[in-house]
């Protein structure tokens, strides 16, 4: 069962253009929704993150949208550019007994912007 | 410099062998994860730990095991009994407490022949 729902799965757009990628959850559990950008043959890193209590977060070109009845976040790049593109990750963490967070990743979406 | 340091890069290993990955973290991140990366299956939880001498599983624990002696490693062993044991195995940590943000390793391929 996928608790995470994400797409599209690849997205191609044209450098200035915008990239909109969107998730879908389950669990009304999960209280921590991160956005991870990978590179070829790297780790993951923390792009941006929302917590269910706001609708929107914008931090340089990249905004968050959270509807929290509809259990649906996106991420907008905005002036997409060449160096944006890479593989992005979209994440519902649960909050645990122990302090810590169990993120449920979705699949992921392959972004290419061409210049 | 703090960080996740994963060795080795690259690992072949001949089929029914196990083999051990590490991960290693100057952060001083009580919590440490273990994920599968596979094309197109995003990342999958292998298992993880919050405190030094503790772990759980995660969603695909079968044929892995975990170790947690010390708090800034968190061995993975990749056992013969993995039916699919060919992947990119990232390790994370995280603050605890902390905000959630979890700091990945450059990961370690996998090859099994």
């Known amino acids: 069962q996928q608790q995470v729902k994400q797409s599209p799965q690849s997205l191609i757009v044209q450098k200035g253009g915008i990239s909109i990628i969107n998730c879908a959850y389950e669990?009304?559990?999960?209280?921590?929704f991160p956005w991870y950008q990978q590179f070829p043959g790297k780790g993951p890193a923390l792009l941006i993150a929302?917590?269910?209590?706001?609708s929107e977060k914008k931090e340089g070109r990249f905004t968050i949208s959270f509807n929290k009845s509809a259990k649906q976040f996106s991420l907008h790049i905005m002036d997409s550019q060449p160096g944006d593109s890479a593989t992005y990750f979209c994440a519902a963490s649960r909050y645990t007994s122990g302090g810590s967070y169990i993120p449920t990743f979705g699949r992921g979406t392959s972004l290419i912007v061409h210049p | 410099d703090g960080g996740i340091t994963q060795s080795p890069k690259y690992l072949f290993r001949k089929e029914g062998q196990n083999v051990t990955l590490s991960c290693e973290q100057n952060?001083?991140?009580?919590?440490m994860y273990w994920y599968r990366q596979d094309p197109g299956q995003g990342l999958r939880l292998i298992y993880y730990s919050q405190i030094v001498n503790d772990f759980q599983k995660g969603d695909i624990a079968e044929g892995y095991s975990v170790s947690r002696e010390k708090k800034e490693s968190f061995p993975l062993t990749v056992t013969s009994a993995q039916k699919n044991p060919t992947a990119f195995y990232l390790c994370a940590s995280q603050a605890v407490p902390g905000g959630g943000e979890q700091f990945f390793g450059p990961g370690t391929r996998l090859t099994v022949l």
């Open positions: 669990n009304t559990a999960f209280d921590y």
């Open positions: 952060l001083n991140h009580d919590a």
């Open positions: 929302i917590r269910p209590d706001v």
